[in-house]
């Protein structure tokens, strides 16, 4: 009868490293500032009235103005979305009968403009619009940018220098690497800038000067991205003799 041979048990991992097998743990960091590839404006249209269908009639030709304009500029905005819209009474503040005095609509749009060239074209023609609020731009990035994946590999790299660093100090040399953990990558927008439509008749009561305002002049904000990794390493036994 054949016996099967019993196996070998592997050698038991010691988190901590033993006098033959010493580990080293370092953290590696990367801090990177990038020019933004996105920029978002939030659009709040406003129509009020004595009447609630005058006023969402009102609402809905200045949205429909607002959507034409914005699609105009084609694949520069990268999205476009339809917010809250809402039709709110204003009741008298007097009397004891409940009495509507007036009819508030707002309805709000977000933007993703990915061509600054044109952003600032753009944001000054909305404030050309009846009773518009623009609040924006605010800066970003993409999710899926290169510039995250590059900020990991550079932590990496600090990461492997400090270990050799460390195992020079000691007269000797990185082994193996025994464990690799992103400690997470950040992206941190830098500031932010608002722009609003203080005189929302501007348009209806300047015309041709309105429309013959310059562009307003953006300066795109930059973006930070920090990544930090931590690894674990085994080092060449040392002589500390």
Do not use: C
């Amino acid at each position: 009868m054949t016996e099967t041979p019993t196996p070998t048990p592997a050698p038991a991992h010691h988190p901590y490293g033993t006098p033959d097998t010493p580990h080293v743990t370092v953290r590696g960091e990367a801090h990177l500032e990038v020019d933004p590839e996105l920029a978002h404006i939030t659009l709040t249209t406003t129509a009020r009235g004595t009447d609630r269908r005058t006023t969402l009639d009102d609402l809905t030709r200045r949205n429909t103005a607002t959507l034409d304009l914005i699609k105009s500029y084609g694949d520069t905005i990268e999205k476009l979305e339809t917010g809250t819209l809402t039709i709110n009474p204003e009741l008298t503040r007097h009397g004891r009968a409940e009495r509507i005095r007036a009819y508030h609509g707002h309805i709000q749009l977000t933007l993703t403009i990915n061509d600054f060239a044109s952003l600032g074209e753009l944001i000054t023609r909305l404030a050309d619009q009846e009773l518009t609020r623009i609040d924006g731009p605010w800066w970003s990035l993409r999710p899926t940018s290169p510039h995250h994946a590059t900020a990991r590999r550079q932590a990496v790299r600090e990461t492997l220098q400090r270990a050799r660093e460390y195992a020079e100090a000691l007269d000797t040399r990185l082994g193996a690497l025994l464990e690799l953990n992103d400690t997470g990558t950040h992206h941190t927008p830098l500031g932010r800038a608002a722009f609003a439509e203080s005189m929302p008749y501007a348009a209806a009561a300047g015309g041709a000067e309105a429309a013959d305002a310059p562009p307003l002049d953006l300066e795109p904000v930059r973006q930070t991205i920090d990544a930090q990794v931590e690894a674990s390493f085994t080092l060449i036994p040392p002589n500390l003799g």
